[in-house]
């Protein structure tokens, strides 16, 4: 299977659609990579659908890098783009590119940053100058969420969707390879997308972006807590997880698990369970004797 570059995923601006899917661990990225994604994103949201956290704001870089590795053993063909968790990008550009580096020797390809002021670009560019691709975010950046005053659709107001037309030119200016818009009015995404030379990839941004991507968890509903509008579920997981292992737990108590022939191991021969009998017999004997002896 061919691995996916980040010019190639240039190369998809305005032709094929992009699909791509969060992933956090070996198995998700085994499925999600088979299931043929272009992109696999170790996103940051893991602390909230993995984690149990409120938001995002919780995980480190180790806790990130952590999740990096078991994707990139997980994917074959997928590009692996690692999110920069909060703090790591925002003291100074310094400090970004090393933790970016981090992500690239973890086994990304390519970092996410969330933002596009001044300060950030500076991040962005001095990354890149470290020879390691850039996808940004912008709209609904969830890092922010305190600052935005909860998990809110973006740039429904002219003004504000004038501030992310800039932000979104100003990144791909900057380099970018290509940006997620999050959460903004379907018109704005694809005035965005219409502007941009880069990919735009869209999170509850319509279908008029280059690409799309979802939350794993999301898509698959395994995750219980709340659902937001942009999701389409695919399947009800955990649903279906939890069924099973009430399954085996009733199984367990029943005694119906393990099957004594299907799920269990037997000696070699029947010479050798008769000397296995044999030899529980000799230890009996002994335990006898032992019991029996006189006291004191
Ligand atoms: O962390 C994440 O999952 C993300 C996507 C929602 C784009 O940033």
């Known amino acids: 299977m061919k691995k996916t570059t980040v010019p190639a995923i240039r190369a998809m601006k305005g032709s094929s659609r992009i699909g791509m899917l969060t992933a956090y661990d070996y198995p998700s990225a085994r499925v999600a990579d088979a299931a043929g994604a272009d992109i696999l994103l ?18 480190t870089v180790d806790d990130m890098l952590h999740h990096t590795r078991a994707v990139a053993r997980g994917t074959k063909s997928a590009l692996i783009v690692g999110d920069m968790p909060y703090l790591s990008y ?7 590119v090393r933790n970016a580096g981090r992500f690239i020797q973890a086994g990304a390809n390519a ?51 004038r501030r992310l037309i800039d932000e979104a030119a100003a990144l791909e200016h900057a380099g970018c390879f290509s940006v997620v818009l999050e959460c903004v009015p379907s ?5 965005i997308t219409e502007r941009l030379t880069i990919p735009t990839i869209g999170i509850g941004a319509g279908p008029s972006c280059d690409g799309q991507v979802l939350v794993f968890h999301d898509v698959l509903g395994i995750y219980d807590g709340h659902t937001p509008k942009f999701v389409r579920q695919y399947a009800h997981v955990a649903q279906t997880m939890q069924s099973a292992l009430e399954a085996y737990l009733a199984d367990v108590r029943g005694g119906q698990f393990p099957d004594e022939q299907k799920e269990s191991f037997h000696m070699a021969s029947d010479e050798e369970l008769k000397r296995l009998y044999a030899a529980r017999e000799q230890a009996e004997e002994s335990v006898g004797v032992v019991v029996e002896m006189p006291r004191g």
């Open 90 to 96: 925002h003291v100074s550009a310094e400090e970004a």
């Open 111 to 161: 970092v996410k940053v969330e933002g596009a002021k001044p300060s950030r670009l500076r991040a962005i560019e001095a990354i890149l100058d470290a020879e390691i691709p850039v996808m940004g975010h912008i709209g609904l950046t969830p890092q922010s969420v305190n600052a935005l005053g909860g998990f809110k659709l973006q740039g429904k107001h002219a003004d504000d969707a």
């Open 187 to 191: 018109e704005l995404a694809a005035m």
């Open 42 to 59: 170790v996103g940051d949201s893991l602390a909230m659908v993995v984690l149990g956290y409120p938001d995002t704001l919780s995980v």
